[in-house]
């Protein structure tokens, strides 16, 4: 199962096991990392917001045109390491990813 | 006084379905002509297969709505609303947020040129996209978009608000007619007046195609003359009348054209210069709110003649409660079997049916060209 490497808002680092296939938002979410994600998962309210560490970051692939849209209205936007999270899927490939938990906008 | 009636008379004489009505006086009449039909039935009793057309619709009068108004509306089976901004243009959207579902016509407010929600406060503009939401930072990508089945075009012509209305949300494909009359110094402002039928719209448009209704129902004397043209989405008709006045018979003209199926018109000349602007709009498919907004040119309605530029307007509006009277409780046949004399009511369908949405419909569509005259 892929671990992922998780920073939450207080500096503390997790591991967790998430499986292939699964929204790495929900993983967030229900590994209490402090993920709101209030719309469910609609790339509608940006609570899922991370920021991916560079080396990871390409493997995440490019945002959506409204991923892209939602992100960039907040604070803590990095063009570099922004991602919702509720867009993305753990896969074999994201093995080892590491992010840290964007702070509360 | 003498109780025969002038053959020659296109005034009502007593007909039956006015029997119904004439007890009624002046308040008790306005208020039938909006009430629920008594012992009424339904759509599917009563065979009304038909759809409701797309087309330009009327929402209200543009007095009706002010700068910073909001209004809710109910039309093509749908809830509405409509109002205007500070701009003075004219929306309308559908009346459900699609936020968390409050009905904006009740208790939401213009901000700027926008309606504001009652329930949280999302601002949307008129054409159906989210502008502001006073408590986050974002907003929901795929509100931000124009939204096609929320937004209706509107337009403002001849003292009314139109909406647009098209089941599958296609562009308009034609624009409103507008009148020079309404508005003009020497006409009056509009004389109004409504009804709620409970039929579909193709049956009250189909009317002025029903040659042989007009006897007897109306009490017309004669049958009139009329020339009937189809072209593409416009209808116009030209119909001779002799007119019984109080100075004698006069020889009249009655120009009616329809656009779409919405928009309908009628020019009154020969006895005193009328111009009756109708608006047609689908409350559902078996239910049409029909208003009738007059206005006649001021050297009649104010001159010596002013008793009979009235007498033309309450004539018009008899006619239309004893239609009503039989709209309300009609059946719809779809193939009927017509007699010699009975009109061109298959080449008005034939017409009419490019003004409904869907595969089924679309060999009718473009309308047709034809001249019938009798
Ligand atoms: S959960 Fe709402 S945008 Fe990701
Ligand atoms: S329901 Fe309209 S703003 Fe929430
Ligand atoms: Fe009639």
Redesign the interface.
Known sequence: MPTVHVTDRDGNAHRLHAAEGSVLMEVLRDGDMGIEAICGGQCACATCHCLIDPDWFGKTGARGGDEEDLVSCLDAYDAGRSRLTCQLRVSAELDGLSLTVAPEE | MSEAVDIRDTRTPPVLVWDQLKKLDKAALARWRLEPVVNGRSAEERNITVPMPFGWFVMCYSDELGVGEVKPLHYFERELVAWRGEDGEARVLDAYCPHLGAHMGYGGKVNGNHIQCPLHSWQWNGHGAAVGIPYS????????RPCRERAYPVREANGFVWAWYHPENEAPSYEVAEFEEVGHPDWTGYEKHEWIVHGPMQTIAENGADSAHFKYIHGVADYPDYDIRFEGHRRTAEVRVKMGTPRGTVDGKIAYGVDGSGQPWTRFTGMCETLLVTGVTPVARDITHLRFAFTQLKADRDGPRGGLARAVIKDICKQLDQDKVVWDRQKYIEAPPLCAGDGPINDFRNFFRQFYAGPEWEKYRGGIRRSVSR
């Not at chain 2, 930072?137 to 931000?144: L, Q, R, V």
């Open positions: 930072k974002t907003i929901p990508p795929a509100m931000k």
